[in-house]
């Protein structure tokens, strides 16, 4: 039962463009977003996070959206830069007790091209 | 401030041999640990996480276990490794619910 979901294993965008990457979640449990970045061969970088009670939070060429009647949150890059290429993961957490447990998504490759 | 390291980065085992993982976090005390694995084409899979000393909860019936000897050292261990334990394994840490999880640097482990 996959309750984060990330339907786009890949996406290309041109340099300079808007990249959106999109993640579905099924538990209403959930209560905090989380993106993370990764290269490969590497352990994930965090990006940027939301907490439930926002619909949106920006941090730089960051910024992430979060549609609770949904159950969608995306993750918008302006403007994309050929650094941004790596895989993308959406994550959500539930604390069920002294512990944050987060499930991540499949992840999506991003390429950026100059 | 915080860091968290673990080794070895790389290794290859042959099949039933044990592993040994091996975490540690530096700057804080008292985190909540975790192992990860990410399998070749799949997302990041909790496999451990710890909320003290001692303290191992499982999330996935495995060959593997782990365990927390001291407040920042997390170790994940198998007595005998299976072909399908090959993987990226993370190990990551935070502060409590509502903390954004840091990761490590990962370790690859290919068994042969």
């Known amino acids: 039962d996959q309750q984060v979901k990330q339907n786009s294993p890949s996406l290309s965008v041109q340099e300079g463009r808007i990249s959106i990457l999109n993640c579905d979640y099924t538990?209403?449990?959930?209560?905090?977003f989380l993106w993370y970045k990764k290269y490969p061969a590497e352990g994930p970088t965090f990006l940027i996070s939301?907490?439930?009670?926002?619909d949106k939070n920006e941090d730089g060429r960051f910024t992430v959206f979060l549609n609770k009647s949904a159950k969608h949150l995306s993750l918008h890059i302006v403007p994309s830069q050929p650094g941004d290429s790596a895989v993308y993961f959406c994550?959500?957490?539930?604390?069920?007790?002294?512990?944050?447990?987060?499930?991540f998504g499949t992840g999506t490759k991003l390429q950026v091209i100059p | 401030s915080q860091t968290i390291h673990q080794w070895p980065a790389t290794l290859v085992q042959p099949v039933g041999s044990p592993l040994s993982l091996e975490c540690t976090v530096e700057?804080?005390?008292?985190?909540?640990l975790y192992w990860y694995r990410q399998a070749a084409g799949r997302g990041l899979q909790l496999l451990f996480y710890?909320?003290?000393?001692?303290?191992i909860s499982s999330e996935v019936p495995q060959n593997l276990s782990a365990s927390r000897p001291q407040d920042r050292q997390f170790i994940l261990s198998s007595k005998k490794l299976l072909l399908s334990d090959s993987g990226f394994y993370l190990c990551?840490?935070?502060?409590?619910?509502?903390?954004?999880?840091?990761f490590g640097e990962g370790s690859w482990l290919t068994v042969v």
């Open positions: 990551a840490w935070n502060r409590g619910p509502g903390n954004t999880i840091y």
């Open positions: 538990n209403s449990m959930f209560d905090y």
């Open positions: 939301i907490s439930s009670i926002k």
């Open positions: 994550a959500a957490s539930s604390s069920p007790g002294g512990y944050q447990k987060v499930t």
């Open positions: 700057g804080t005390s008292n985190p909540n």
């Open positions: 710890s909320v003290g000393i001692g303290q």
